[in-house]
């Protein structure tokens, strides 16, 4: 599931310094001094985040003679189309970050990635996928943002964090972006047309697709439902 944790970027006015007294007139008028400071916050007008079924994917009921006993078992790729859309009164660029919020409950099996990836990003962040009832852990999954449209043409996605809306070669470019990825505090993903420019846009949309793999079911809890509990956090930044 996705969650929404939207944030913003605000411009803040300098203070203003008052003039002091000119040195011609200093001797006569020389007293008591002060500094008088103009402070506020800009704030763009927010960006409205809907997600498509509630940001949830769902494998549904599974019985337990279909996942190996003694292995663990790989769930088929499911995809969310316009799993996330962005909404802004205007033209505005955004910036994005995610978070694993099951990451304790990882079991790191074989690895693995069946979702596209690029040359340049081979690794993929390991997601938890909760436990069950009796706390064990019940597998991880990879997740995968995908398909970037800013009003309606093809965004990409950096493949490392860096700074804030900063214009990068377009060569570090892709059109895929892993959940989860570890990031310096910060930095963020910034979003890119294909020349390397950052995007500007009213309305960004994004799939998403993830793909699970769940331990041996000699591993679980079978007396009750073994519920998947896959959880990310996707923060968006913007001007």
């Known amino acids: 599931m996705i969650s929404r944790n939207k944030a913003k970027w605000t411009l803040l006015a300098l203070p203003l310094l008052a003039g ?25 007008e927010a960006c409205y985040v809907s997600l498509t079924n509630n940001g949830t994917i769902d494998y549904g009921r599974m019985h337990a003679s279909t996942f190996s006993a003694t292995d663990y078992t790989l769930l088929p790729v499911k995809t969310l189309a316009n799993a996330i859309t962005l909404n802004c009164p205007a033209t505005t660029s955004v910036a994005i970050t995610t978070q694993d919020n099951r990451a304790a409950t990882v079991a790191y099996g074989p690895e693995y990635n069946p979702l596209p990836i690029t040359t340049r990003s081979m690794y993929a962040p390991t997601l938890g996928l909760g436990v069950d009832s009796a706390a064990n852990k019940i597998g991880s999954y990879i997740g995968q943002l995908q398909n970037l449209k800013a009003d309606g043409i093809d965004g990409y996605f950096t493949d490392m964090a860096g700074a804030p809306f900063k214009t990068v070669d377009s060569r570090v470019l892709q059109p895929t972006l892993f959940m989860g990825a570890s990031f310096t505090s910060g930095f963020v993903f910034n979003l890119y047309d294909n020349s390397g420019h950052v995007l500007s846009a ?27 509990d896959g959880s990310i956090t996707v923060s968006f930044y913007y001007l």
Request: aromatic letters at 6%.
């Open 20 to 44: 002091s007294i000119s040195s011609a007139m200093a001797d006569s008028l020389a007293g008591p001094s002060g500094e008088l400071i103009v402070t506020g916050v800009y704030q763009p």
């Open 202 to 228: 009213k309305l960004y949309t994004m799939d998403y697709s993830v793909s699970p793999e769940i331990v041996s079911t000699s591993s679980l809890n079978l007396s009750r439902d073994v519920v998947l």
